[in-house]
Structures are given as C-alpha cells and as structure tokens.
C-alpha cells in the first residue's frame, strides 16, 4: 500500500458529463501529481501541485482541471467528457518538490459511454 | 526534450529463467533520476527503485537487480529465477530536475509473463 488514496475506484459515465476524481496524499507529501494512462497515449503526466500551488503543466486538456486544498488533497475536474477520455487515472505523491520518489495510488478507471 | 525507450514490448519467461528489461533514456540534462516501476493486473503502480545521473552503482535488491550505464543512457532492470507474480507490465521513467515542477516521462512498458 504506497499510501496515497484515489476515490472512486471506478466511475461509468456519459459522454457530455462532469466528473471529479479526488486523490489524498501520504501523510507528509506536499506534491501530489496528475497521471493519465490509456492505450494509446501510454502513460503522461497530467499537471503537477506543490503545497497548493500548480508548478508544472503537462498534456492536460483544457476541458481538464486540477487543484490542491489547504488540506493537501487534490481534486481533478474532468467536463464535456468524451469517449476518448476513458482511461486510468492516477494520483501520485511526493515529499518535496523535486528530488523524492513519486509514489502512485491505485487509480481512479474512468469509463465514457 | 525527454524520451525513454522500452523497446521489449512482451517478454515470456519460464518460471526460475533470469529475465533482463531494457530501458534507454534521452536528455539534454546532467542531472536526473531514473526510475522501474511495476504495474500488476491489479492496475496499481508500484515503485522499485530511483537512481540519479550522478551514481553509476548497481544495485541488488533479492532477486532484482540494475545496471545504469550512463555511457549507453540504459537503465536496465533484470529479475533473477523469475516467479509468476512477477508477471506484470514494467515501466521505466525519467525525472529532470530543471524547471519549476517535477515530472516523469514514462516508457511504453515492457509486459512480463512468467509461466510455469
């Protein structure tokens, strides 16, 4: 167990709709980072968030949205849904900003019908 | 701009064979990490181990070992008398450490399967 809790577990949902996918990081992680992974694209970072502040930005749509809390956890937004969003998505934390190991959690699988 | 190639895309082994996973990564950068991870059928991704630009040490860890040859810009990770719960997909990643945020690049994966 690395630690870091994704919720849900699963979500079906149809194309047009929102959703949110929420990610609670280690006790101690001030980084917690965005990951999409799909057959097609592989695996790519989405956004990163240290201490509530966005410091990078990857592949991220623009019909996507993240942010950190006060409280560490991290919120993904993801509207006007389509078939093509269905993937795995992954929250991952670390301790500092750049020079500790990323640790995942379990993924949230988004289905788009 | 950051690559890392896993050019093995579906390896099978039979159970107790030694196993070797390719990685070979690009950057620009003098300082990086390099990172295995494991992601079983379960779908979870789990950490193996981290390495930086600046320690050309293998490292053992049981029957796992890695061989980082900056001279080649590979990664290589192999499993020794593989087992069955070894199969999953492994994927190899690279960190910069320039730049304001922190990022991996990921490889395509190398899918495991060891069988009896």
């Known amino acids: 167990d690395s630690g870091v809790t994704q919720t849900p577990k699963h979500l079906i949902t149809a194309t047009g709709q929102r959703v949110t996918l929420r990610c609670s990081p280690r006790s101690g992680d001030l980084s917690v980072y965005w990951y999409q992974q799909s057959l097609d694209q592989g695996l790519q970072f989405l956004i990163h968030?240290?201490?509530?502040?966005?410091?990078a930005k990857g592949n991220i749509l623009e019909r996507f949205s993240a942010q950190q809390f006060p409280d560490l956890h991290s919120e993904l937004n993801l509207s006007s849904l389509e078939l093509g969003d269905s993937a795995l998505y992954f929250c991952a934390s670390s301790v500092g900003l750049r020079e500790s190991p990323l640790h995942f959690g379990n993924g949230t699988r988004l289905t788009v019908t | 701009a950051q690559k890392v190639t896993q050019a093995q895309t579906e390896i099978s082994v039979v159970e107790k064979e030694d196993v070797t996973l390719d990685c070979v990564y690009e950057t620009r950068d003098t300082t990086y990490y390099l990172f295995w991870y494991k992601q079983p059928p379960s779908g979870e991704l789990v950490f193996l181990i981290r390495r930086n630009s600046f320690d050309e040490q293998n490292e053992i860890s049981g029957r796992y070992s890695w061989n980082f040859q900056k001279s080649t810009s590979s990664f290589n990770f192999t499993i020794t008398a593989s087992q069955v719960v070894d199969s999953a997909v492994y994927f190899c990643?690279?960190?910069?450490?320039?730049?304001?945020?922190?990022?991996?690049?990921f490889g395509t994966g190398t899918q495991l399967k060891v069988e009896l």
């Open positions: 968030y240290y201490n509530g502040e966005e410091r």
């Open positions: 990643a690279l960190q910069i450490l320039t730049g304001g945020g922190n990022k991996l690049t």
